[in-house]
């Protein structure tokens, strides 16, 4: 998965949501896939709801919590891709 600074991500259609405490769980309508998102993921996946680029993503997450630029790209990357094999996010180049 090639997600570069202008890459558009939004959540999928069939994924539902539920908030549960601090987390929310996430279920893949098309995988069948059940996650559950810690207030971090909590945060990325709300930002979400409307098509963002990866660049305005991270840039928002980097004005909220504290952390090294990089640091903030490779963890976010590595959510997405999570929810990306969940099928609960699309990803548009």
Do not use: H
């Not at 949501?17 to 971090?40: C, F, K, N, Q, R």
């Not at 993503?57 to 969940?86: K, M, P």
């Amino acid at each position: 998965m090639n997600i570069e600074p202008d890459t558009l991500i939004v959540q999928a259609p069939a994924a539902l949501a539920a908030d549960v405490g601090t987390e929310i769980v996430i279920m893949g309508m098309d995988s069948g896939l059940y996650l559950a998102l810690d207030p971090v993921g909590r945060a990325v996946w709300s930002r979400l709801a409307q098509p963002c680029s990866f660049a305005a993503l991270c840039d928002g997450l980097s004005e909220v919590y504290e952390g090294a630029r990089a640091t903030i790209e490779q963890d976010v990357r590595t959510l997405l891709g999570t929810l990306y094999e969940a099928k609960v996010i699309e990803i548009r180049p």
